[in-house]
């Protein structure tokens, strides 16, 4: 299927990759697709065949043809989030797809006294904050947040309930179980709404109403009881991953993006980037082709994940077809070289220490040879004192 862009735009924004497409080709579209109501038009196609979440916004059928706003994408096998190289992996304001943390339809009425999984949470203007916009683990916010937000709290945050909050009150099951689940799960504030104090979401098609045909005063109430006891998760004595063991993400999430824009250096073809593989592609030809990218977009500035002076990073090429990679770092004020790995092939490694200037990135891409399709990528990820000895 193919989306283009919405009536008056000139393609569909791919943040991923920073450049306005004319189209997206989504390959295994199914029928019925049924996007969020409302202005932000949410819709998430899940491709198991590919192993990719499309992430949409704005997503609307006009006149039999599908047009979008926006388009990200998750790996199904994923974390969930987005890391700083992939720094938008959906069309919620904190780069997540809008299926994370949502009740599911076969959730509400399965027995369970709480939801088994942290929950997705939207603020408005004045509870979100202007400064920090966002916070670990989200990657990015909405891009007017550090003008038009008021109050203290970034997307990203954890909310939770106190333990100690009384929920035999609640007189409404289905609040009550997301009462519960806040208590044990919380829920990470994901987007911005307008006018709302707090919003839970879940599945298109549920039904899920809290008040029924009329106003109900007493889940009025508890919602606003809810509302004034939520607090932000700022300090945790660690985290554990699906298996339950320890785990220190954000030092181990890649660095490197190869997005452009790339520039010609010479040979008979330019690489492309792209995202699904987050590789430059190089189509057959009779010759190689050298490229470079003075963009300084290969290291995207996520707040948390900004590389540390003194500190060892590993740079690893994943190539097919003879292609090569090279990074330099140059100090941004100077423009004396730093680091330079020279010309990487498939699985080399590199270990490094960050340079103490602020510096700017340079990628150089080679093509492989002998009239083969060929590409090229890598990660940037850092490493531990012991792992920079080994």
């Not at 192993?51 to 994408?73: E, K, P």
């Not at 030809?285 to 996520?302: F, I, K, M, W």
């Not at 891409?365 to 990820?381: C, F, K, P, T």
Request: contains cysteine.
């Amino acid at each position: 299927m193919q989306v283009l862009a919405l009536p008056g735009r000139r393609g569909v924004w791919d943040p991923d990759a920073e450049e306005v497409q004319s189209a997206m080709d989504i390959p295994h579209w199914p029928a019925g697709v049924l996007p969020a109501s409302g202005s932000d038009g949410h819709a998430d196609i899940v491709d198991p065949v590919l192993g990719i979440v499309h992430s949409f916004f704005q997503l609307r059928n006009i006149d039999g043809q599908w047009r979008a706003a926006q388009y990200a994408w998750t790996s199904i096998g994923g974390r969930g989030w987005g890391e700083p190289g992939h720094y938008f992996q959906g069309a919620r304001a904190a780069a997540v797809p809008s299926l994370g943390g949502i009740i599911r339809k076969h959730e509400i009425d399965d027995g369970d006294a709480i939801y088994t999984h942290a929950l997705a949470a939207s603020l408005t203007f004045n509870a979100l904050s202007a400064n920090p916009t966002y916070v670990y683990p989200a990657t990015s916010a909405d891009a007017n947040a550090a003008t038009t937000n008021t109050g203290r709290i970034p997307e990203g945050a954890l909310l939770m309930l106190p333990a100690g909050f009384d929920t035999s009150t609640i007189g409404n099951v289905k609040l009550r179980k997301v009462a519960e689940t806040l208590k044990v799960y919380g829920a990470y504030v994901v987007d911005r709404n307008f006018g709302t104090p707090f919003v839970i979401y879940v599945e298109n098609g549920s039904n899920f109403s809290l008040h029924g045909s009329k106003w109900d005063n007493a889940v009025a109430r508890d919602l606003d009881r809810i509302r004034a006891a939520l607090r932000q998760v700022v300090k945790t004595n660690g985290w554990l991953d699906g298996d339950g063991k320890p785990m220190e993400m954000e030092r181990r999430l890649n660095l490197l993006s190869m997005r452009g824009a790339w520039k010609w250096n010479s040979g008979p073809r330019v690489g492309v980037f792209n995202t699904w593989q987050q590789r430059v592609l190089f189509a057959p030809a009779s010759g190689p082709a050298v490229q470079t990218n003075y963009s300084n977009r290969n290291l995207n500035p996520v707040s948390w994940a900004v590389p540390q002076a003194g500190e060892a990073y590993r740079l690893t090429v994943n190539a097919s077809g003879g292609a090569r990679l090279r990074l330099q770092l140059f100090a941004l004020k100077s423009s004396v070289k730093l680091f330079d790995s020279g010309e990487l092939e498939d699985r080399r490694v590199v270990v490094f220490s960050w340079p103490a200037e602020q510096t700017r990135a340079v990628a150089v891409a080679y093509s492989g040879e002998g009239g083969q399709a060929s590409s090229v990528g890598g990660s940037l990820v850092a490493v531990d004192c012991t792992e920079s000895r080994r």
